[in-house]
């Protein structure tokens, strides 16, 4: 299933889109439900592994968040 790492819900804190592939990620069913749905441990623990991985094409898009800034995102 295809996720938004930083939420479309936030795209008014940002100048440039966050509708794209740099933003884009995919992840199993289970993942995904543990991103929206489930307990912080569970949640922070996928966000943070994919903000690792995606950070740095994040920052090349021009789109510059923290872990710390992401994690409150998702509360």
Same mark, same amino acid.
């Given at each position: ?6 939420? %479309? ?12 592939? +740099? ?15 489930? %307990? ?9 592994? *994919?903000?690792? %991985?995606? =950070?740095?094409? *994040?920052?090349?898009? &021009?789109? &510059?968040? +923290?872990? +710390?800034?992401? =994690?409150? %995102?998702? =509360?």
């Amino acid at each position: 299933e295809v996720h938004h790492l930083v939420p %479309m819900s936030e795209q008014d804190n940002f100048e440039y889109s966050l509708d794209i592939e +740099s933003n884009l990620v995919t992840l199993c069913p289970n993942c995904h439900r543990q991103v929206h749905l489930g %307990m912080d441990e569970e949640k922070y623990f996928i966000l943070e592994k *994919l903000f690792n %991985m995606r =950070k740095t094409r *994040l920052e090349k898009c &021009n789109i &510059n968040v +923290s872990l +710390s800034t992401l =994690k409150e %995102m998702y =509360k």
